[in-house]
């Protein structure tokens, strides 16, 4: 499995904090029994976590150094988590943002929060990145309330060529109700190209395992699904492929 998804650079947002953590979290998904993991900080540039490729490649190796330090065999890759804010837009023409494992493929997290200080008109926002040359995949789509309002949001942006990535956690916790029941309803209707974990800590439940998920989604869906989602998809955005959607 591989995780394409997740928070494991020290210090740069609000997932890991220490060199300490991010070993512990790279461990997690050793023993989960992931072969890769792409790390995708936040960046969310003119606001806040201005996390671009020159900031974050030295904590990216320093990771690197410790991981031969303690031979960990887990492949880990870089990327960030790209805000579409109106500056994000400059920075992919600049080539600043760390895309997943330096390829055109951009993990992009739609404004969803009615409390961020800007306004972009979102599917403007998404139809310029394709057309400066980068793949889109939206992260969890199942948070946005602009989905929540309009399910046809998706496919509109489907329509554009975008792909979408769900949580992991979203389909497991049914405390979020809402976003539970809408991430189920997306797996249902073939909105879903990647399942990721969003991990920002080693501990508790929003870690770096997909285990689980695997196991029920395998259940529900079939070991070729499960696969698609978790192993194949994720690994052609590590090689800059074409994602299958089912
Ligand atoms: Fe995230």
Not at 63 to 84: P, T
Not at 108 to 120: S, T
Request: glycine share 6%; net charge negative.
């Amino acid at each position: 499995m591989i995780d394409t998804h997740c928070h494991i650079l020290f210090g740069v947002d609000d997932g890991a904090q220490t060199l300490y953590d991010s070993i512990e979290m790279l461990k997690v998904a050793q023993a989960d029994g992931m072969t890769n993991i792409i790390s995708t900080s936040h960046c969310v540039p003119g606001i806040k976590f201005e996390n671009d490729k020159e900031t974050l490649l030295p904590i990216y190796r320093e990771i690197v150094d410790e991981m031969k330090r303690q031979d960990m065999k887990i492949e880990f890759h870089l990327g960030s988590e790209l805000m579409l804010t109106p500056k994000a837009i400059e920075w992919l023409r600049d080539g600043r943002v760390a895309t997943l494992n330096d390829t055109k493929w951009v993990l992009c997290e739609i404004p969803w929060n009615k409390n961020l200080q800007f306004e972009i008109d979102e599917d403007q926002a998404i139809c310029t990145v394709l057309e400066l040359g980068y793949k889109v995949i939206i992260a969890h789509p199942e948070r946005y309330p602009q989905v929540h309002e309009n399910y046809g949001k998706l496919e509109y942006w489907k329509s554009l060529g975008c792909f979408f990535q769900i949580n992991s956690t979203s389909l497991l916790n049914p405390s979020r109700e809402a976003n539970h029941r809408l991430a189920w309803r997306m797996m249902e209707d073939g909105y879903c190209d990647v399942v990721a974990t969003d991990a920002h800590r080693h501990q508790g439940t929003r870690t770096n395992r997909l285990g689980g998920i695997y196991a029920i989604i395998q259940e529900k869906f079939g070991e070729m699904e499960a696969k698609r989602l978790m192993v194949d998809n994720p690994l052609r955005l590590i090689q800059d492929g074409v994602l299958e959607r089912r």
